[in-house]
């Protein structure tokens, strides 16, 4: 392997995370996965959680940082993550490239696919529902009950309006992952734009677009977080 990644390891009871044991483990399944190549890990982290929980703070650390470095998540095992399709879902949707040591042909283009037909099994059930659902519309058509509304074309300048929004989404995403990086920068006494510029620089965190950061930049990043 070559480039940069963050780990995740997840341990399900605290008696296995305090004795580090199961931890240990995965991180050298981790190892063994990018051997062999130029690489580096950027970031690890760790959780004592139950795989039922679908509540994982230190899951979503991991995959924010992820997307703010575009690097890979390593994880050791698929079971580590989660045995429910519907989590799976969730990880499909979050724009990260996540990749399991004990599957290594589940990455890039092919391991997403293959992770979207595990996806669809457990969509089956939703379609079905939606068909039959269908079917008692039409027959309720077919009895002269009027279904619907407006069905023409969405004006110009709505589009324009939701694209807008989409955008707006797409950068209030970023600097929610990025959030935490400025509170630990101010923890450190990093307080000005152009040097919590300089620190995510330093980082390597791109831009939005994937480009170094300004002074100005940041400060419109600023503007988008909470007070």
């Given at each position: 392997m070559k480039g940069d990644f963050v780990t995740y390891v997840r341990v399900s009871t605290d008696r296995q995370g305090k004795s580090g044991l199961g931890l240990d483990a995965q991180r050298e399944a981790v190892r063994t996965y990018l051997n062999g190549g130029n690489w580096r890990i950027v970031a690890e982290f760790q959780e004592v959680e139950s795989g039922r929980n679908d509540a994982r703070p230190a899951l979503d650390a991991a995959l924010a940082a992820a997307r703010l470095h575009r690097v890979p998540l390593v994880v050791?095992?698929?079971d580590r993550l989660t045995r429910s399709v519907a989590f799976l879902s969730k990880l499909l949707a979050s724009g990260v490239d996540v990749r399991f040591a004990d599957l290594p042909q589940i990455e890039g283009p092919a391991g997403k696919f293959m992770l979207n037909q595990m996806?669809?099994?457990a969509e089956l059930e939703a379609?079905?529902?939606?068909?039959?659902t269908k079917a008692a519309l039409a027959a309720a058509k077919a009895r002269g009950t009027k279904l619907g509304g407006f069905r023409g074309h969405v004006a110009t300048d709505a589009a324009r309006e939701a694209g807008r929004a989409a955008g707006t989404a797409r950068a209030a995403a970023r600097s929610a992952d990025l959030a935490p990086v400025v509170t630990e920068l101010r923890e450190a006494g990093i307080v000005s734009a152009s040097g919590i510029a300089k620190a995510l620089n330093d980082r390597e965190i791109e831009t939005?677009?994937?480009?170094?950061w300004q002074a100005v930049q940041v400060q419109r990043m600023l503007a988008r977080m909470p007070a």
């Open positions: 050791a095992k698929v996806v669809a099994v379609g079905m529902i939606s068909a039959r939005p677009r994937g480009g170094r």
